[in-house]
């Protein structure tokens, strides 16, 4: 059994992956920001955290995590003419900087453990380059070089990994696929003709977390039906 913290467990990839370890015996300890999204049945500990905010307060964790897992993100597509620089601030905000303080905050717990993961999240826009994509692609970028660098930094005693998805079907994505035509556009731009579950997504996370991983450091992970790499 092991303690796994998920920032944004109330929704999404969050969800699906924090029901999954639960259901696998795994104490986990889940945070949302402003809603609950779902039930707090089964957490160790479903708490209010706003990533953002001057001190958040993690006092609510065991003194040994196992595993941590960044969830929170943001999709703003817009033409590069109409982005503002203070745009951008706001992504890497709560993309990479949330992220940040979070592992910062955490390093003590997981240090404190023999075999402790980190898992984040990027998208495939990063490798691709896909338009209107300027803000998610700049500050996942971000995201990608930090699972790197921290990699390098932390190992041998903590793993860090990053998964890059394709659109998926989640809260975040909900104007892009909030018609059964944009559903079906989106799924036919990707080779294996679908758009991601949330579930596709959590048990790739949950494998990134476990000891089967454990070769496993420094790799950002594609996830996105064959978009990056297969042109059919």
Same mark, same amino acid.
């Given at each position: @059994?092991?303690?796994?913290?998920?920032? &944004?467990?109330?929704?999404?990839?969050?969800?699906?992956?924090?029901?999954?370890?639960?259901?696998?015996?795994?104490?986990?300890?889940? =945070?949302?920001? +402003? =809603?609950?999204?779902?039930?707090?049945?089964?957490?160790? +500990?479903?708490?209010?955290?706003?990533?953002?905010?001057?001190?958040?307060?993690?006092?609510?964790?065991?003194?040994?995590?196992?595993?941590?897992?960044?969830? *929170? &993100?943001?999709?703003?597509?817009?033409?590069?003419?109409?982005? +503002?620089?203070?745009?951008?601030? !706001?992504?890497?905000?709560?993309?990479?900087?949330?992220?940040?303080?979070? %592992?910062?905050?955490?390093?003590? @717990?997981?240090?404190?453990?023999?075999?402790? !993961?980190?898992?984040?999240?990027? =998208?495939?826009? @990063?490798?691709?380059?896909?338009?209107?994509?300027?803000?998610?692609?700049?500050?996942?970028?971000?995201?990608? &070089?930090?699972?790197?660098?921290?990699?390098?930094?932390?190992? *041998?005693? %903590?793993?860090?990994?990053?998964?890059? *998805?394709?659109?998926?079907?989640?809260?975040?994505?909900?104007?892009?696929?909030?018609?059964?035509?944009?559903?079906?556009?989106?799924?036919?731009?990707?080779?294996?003709?679908?758009? &991601?579950? *949330?579930?596709?997504?959590?048990?790739?996370?949950?494998?990134?977390?476990?000891?089967?991983?454990?070769?496993?450091?420094?790799?950002?992970?594609?996830?996105?039906?064959?978009?990056?790499?297969?042109?059919?």
């Amino acid at each position: @059994m092991a303690n796994i913290l998920i920032i &944004g467990a109330s929704s999404g990839i969050g969800a699906s992956l924090a029901k999954q370890l639960i259901e696998e015996g795994h104490q986990v300890f889940g =945070t949302f920001n +402003k =809603t609950t999204g779902t039930s707090a049945d089964g957490f160790a +500990k479903f708490q209010s955290l706003n990533v953002l905010d001057e001190n958040p307060d993690f006092s609510f964790l065991p003194d040994v995590l196992d595993g941590l897992v960044y969830c *929170p &993100g943001a999709v703003n597509l817009k033409p590069f003419a109409r982005v +503002k620089p203070e745009d951008f601030v !706001s992504d890497f905000q709560i993309q990479l900087v949330g992220a940040v303080k979070v %592992i910062q905050a955490c390093l003590p @717990m997981l240090k404190n453990s023999n075999h402790s !993961s980190i898992v984040l999240f990027s =998208t495939v826009a @990063m490798q691709m380059g896909l338009n209107f994509h300027s803000l998610v692609a700049s500050s996942k970028g971000a995201v990608e &070089g930090l699972t790197r660098a921290l990699a390098a930094e932390f190992a *041998p005693k %903590i793993r860090v990994n990053c998964i890059a *998805p394709s659109i998926t079907d989640t809260p975040l994505a909900g104007t892009l696929l909030n018609t059964d035509e944009k559903k079906e556009a989106n799924a036919q731009r990707h080779p294996l003709k679908k758009i &991601g579950k *949330p579930e596709d997504l959590a048990n790739l996370a949950a494998f990134l977390l476990s000891e089967k991983s454990s070769w496993i450091t420094g790799q950002v992970i594609h996830a996105d039906g064959g978009m990056s790499s297969v042109k059919i």
